[in-house]
C-alpha cells in the first residue's frame, strides 16, 4: 500500500474556484479561532474581511457552482440520487443566511462566527473531496471546456 498521499489533480475547468476554496479555508480558520486564545485578528477587523470575501466573490462562487456546474452535472449523473449535492445545496442556503445573519447584527456573536467557520470549512472539504471529483469525472472533457470560461 502507498500511503503517501497523493495531491487532488484539479480539472483546469476548476481551478478558479479552487483557488477561491483556498481563501474560504483561511478565513474559516480565522473565524473558527475568533475569541480564542488562538484568535488571528480583531472580531471586527474578521468581520471585515469576511464582507470582502463574500460580496460579490463568494456569492458569485456559489452562484457558478449552482448555475453553471450543477446544471452541466445533472445532464451527466442523476443528482437525485446523490445525497452530497442535495446536501452542498442546503449548505449554500445556509452558509448564504449566516453571513447575511453576521453582516446585519449589530454586535455579531462569537457562536455565529464560530459556527460560519465550521460550516464553511466542511462544506469547502466535501466539494474539494468529494463532489469536484465526481464531476470531473462525469463531464466530458469538451463540457468542462465549455464551462471553464463561466467559473471564477
Ligand atoms: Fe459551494
Ligand atoms: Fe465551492
Known amino acids: 500500500m502507498d500511503n503517501k498521499r497523493k495531491p487532488l489533480k484539479r480539472h ?35 468581520i471585515q474581511e469576511a464582507e ?13 457552482e449552482e448555475e453553471i456546474l450543477l446544471t452541466a452535472y445533472a445532464q451527466y449523473a442523476n443528482v437525485d440520487e446523490i445525497p452530497e449535492i442535495q446536501e452542498m445545496l442546503m449548505e449554500h442556503v445556509n452558509i448564504r443566511a449566516l ?19 465550521e460550516m464553511l470549512e466542511k462544506h469547502v472539504r466535501k466539494e474539494e473531496r468529494v463532489i469536484f471529483p465526481m464531476i470531473e469525472k462525469a463531464l466530458p472533457e469538451d463540457r468542462l471546456q465549455e ?6
Do not use: Q
Open 12 to 46: 483546469e475547468a476548476l481551478h478558479s474556484l479552487s483557488h477561491h476554496h483556498m481563501i474560504a479555508l483561511h478565513l474559516s480558520l480565522k473565524m473558527r479561532r475568533a475569541g480564542t486564545d488562538k484568535e488571528m485578528l480583531p472580531v471586527h477587523e474578521l
Open 52 to 64: 470582502a470575501f463574500w460580496n460579490p466573490d463568494g456569492l458569485i462562487h456559489f452562484r457558478e
Open 99 to 117: 453571513f447575511d445573519c453576521l453582516f446585519r447584527a449589530a454586535e455579531p456573536s462569537l457562536d455565529t462566527i464560530h459556527k460560519l467557520g
Open 147 to 152: 464551462v471553464k470560461p463561466y467559473l471564477h
